[in-house]
């Protein structure tokens, strides 16, 4: 159950001609009084003889006999809506909400007899609207401070009495959502997002890509978008906003968002906290050392979510954001668009209430920024063992969320945990194959000395894993171990299922596959050259370190 308590109005006539009208596309149906302040209100909907300016007249009395003394806006309009599955409730429940909702915020406390004028109407199944004029008896204004949290929290409770859907609740962490006018505008300029959400994405992926705060400048200003850096008189820099270029208003000028408008943590002091965390890495670093250090940072994220600090889990966390955000810029184009979506799933979930002590999460930011700065890779091999740890991390960081009752974050890295998965199964498919064929052409005696390998490394799961598709891949990576040299390669599995969770695997085979090529002397990248891997490029980044490479601040506009 959700309530949404729009910006206070100043016509009550106004917003009952729309409760007890048709609605913007002729949904209302039956609209008509399920309570009221003293349960004697005129209902225009179910009384013949009552009348829309009557109504209005009596919320209103208390606002003319207060006069000047009146709130300007002083109309309270509070909508409350069960969810889709809920069950349908009776008049009398709603009735019953709507007191509750009322005296939790404070427009009409139980039992005062000075308490706000108040109506509930009724026009659909799912959902209620509560009008108020905010003047007392006593000509006072209400103390409805901090009334959306208060009646949120109500809800919670409401949910649970009477059997409702109990919804996931933010902390106020969540960015501002566009507004229906946005979303209008968007619209009729024939564009599938609003210029909020399309600025947002720019500035994240800017803050994943850059090593200082002037790069970030420069990454954002080259990709199509405008900003304007603020400064103090010191000469050090204040802020900045942004706009799209050409998105303008009706006045000709562009379109800015601050920073903070577009999301807490993409605020100048917070971007600035995370770039002075993040070192350049040295240029001469080579394709395959960048990917690994990614890899090996990513796989290390879930044992600082399980043993650290919160302030250290939050910090990875937000970093595994910066992950996602900058992996589109390196994925062919087959995995964009899933990638792109994990990024935005996840936003959410980078963000808490709990403070991030970033400095802890260095390796991980450096290995981000170094990914981009060095030859794609050739094939998808690579870039499927990050997506494999990350996918982890994910879950990890889902898990994470949800035993401190972030529900939002956790919703947000359980929808970015499907995106990445999809991508991951894209991206791991060719080397599978490759290694699969492999493990097809092993002799027979090799293969049932590593299925006894299995069998005695994981005896629970063997079966399973033997019966699975992929099994000869597995068995050539077994084979790849003791050639490698490690003598124990039941060890080497042992440890690689203990590693991680296998619950929420499609494919046991193909997860230990995979925590197995992470060895150095088993990387993907080092497979038989016999039998090539992928021939996947990469696709056009929409935001490359290219743009970084002046070294001046752009201008303010």
Request: with cysteine; glycine share 6%.
């Amino acid at each position: 159950m959700i309530a949404n308590i729009v910006k206070p109005g100043h016509k009550t006539r106004g917003v009952l001609n729309y409760l007890y009208g048709p609605g913007r596309a002729n949904e209302h149906t039956d609209p008509h009084l399920v309570a009221s302040w003293d349960g004697f209100a005129p209902d225009p909907g179910r009384d013949p003889d009552a009348t829309l300016a009557q109504l209005a007249d009596v919320l209103d009395l208390r606002v003319k006999q207060a006069g000047p003394k009146a709130p300007k806006n002083h109309v309270w309009h509070c909508s409350i809506r069960a969810a889709p599955e809920d069950r349908h409730l009776t008049d009398d429940e709603w009735a019953t909400i709507a007191r509750r909702v009322l005296n939790a915020t404070g427009i009409a406390p139980a039992d005062d007899p000075d308490a706000c004028r108040w109506v509930a109407v009724r026009h659909a199944d799912d959902h209620i609207h509560i009008v108020a004029t905010k003047v007392r008896g006593d000509l006072r204004p209400p103390r409805n401070w901090n009334d959306f949290l208060r009646a949120d929290k109500e809800l919670v409770t409401i949910e649970k009495k009477y059997g409702l859907r109990q919804v996931p609740r933010g902390d106020r962490t969540a960015a501002k959502r566009p507004t229906r006018a946005e979303h209008e505008k968007a619209r009729r300029t024939g564009n599938t997002r609003t210029s909020r959400e399309h600025l947002r994405t720019i500035v994240r992926t800017a803050v994943s890509a850059a090593t200082t705060t002037e790069e970030f400048f420069h990454l954002v200003e080259g990709a199509d978008a405008l900003i304007d850096v603020q400064y103090f008189p010191s000469g050090d820099v204040r802020g900045y906003k942004v706009a799209l270029d050409g998105d303008t208003n009706a006045q000709g000028d562009p379109v800015w968002f601050s920073g903070s408008t577009l999301a807490a943590d993409l605020s100048y002091p917070k971007i600035a906290e995370r770039l002075t965390t993040a070192e350049a890495p040295p240029a001469n670093q080579t394709e395959a050392p960048a990917w690994r250090r990614l890899t090996i940072a990513v796989d290390r994220t879930p044992d600082y979510l399980d043993h650290g600090e919160d302030q250290a889990g939050q910090a990875h966390i937000a970093v595994l954001a910066e992950v996602l955000d900058a992996l589109p810029l390196v994925a062919p184009v087959s995995l964009q668009a899933q990638l792109v979506q994990a990024a935005t799933a996840f936003e959410c979930a980078g963000r808490s209430r709990i403070g991030a002590h970033h400095q802890q999460t260095q390796a991980t930011r450096r290995a981000v920024k170094a990914i981009l700065r060095v030859p794609p890779p050739r094939d998808g091999a690579l870039l499927a063992t990050v997506l494999d740890a990350l996918l982890l991390a994910v879950i990890a960081a889902q898990h994470w969320h949800r035993i401190r009752n972030h529900t939002q974050q956790a919703e947000a890295a359980r929808r970015s945990a499907e995106h990445l998965h999809v991508a991951y199964r894209t991206a791991a498919a060719e080397t599978v194959a490759v290694i699969h064929h492999r493990g097809q052409r092993l002799t027979r005696p090799i293969v049932e000395r590593q299925a006894a390998t299995v069998r005695r490394a994981l005896p629970e799961l063997a079966e399973q894993i033997l019966a699975e598709p992929a099994w000869p891949a597995l068995a050539a990576t077994l084979n790849d171990a003791t050639a490698a040299g490690h003598v124990d390669p039941a060890a080497l599995l042992a440890q690689a299922a203990r590693h991680r969770e296998l619950g929420t695997a499609t494919s046991l085979t193909e997860v230990l596959i995979w925590r197995l090529r992470r060895l150095p002397d088993l990387a993907v990248d080092r497979l038989p050259h016999d039998k090539t891997v992928g021939g996947v490029r990469p696709g056009p980044a929409t935001l490359t370190p290219r743009a970084a490479q002046s070294d001046s601040l752009p201008r303010s506009r």
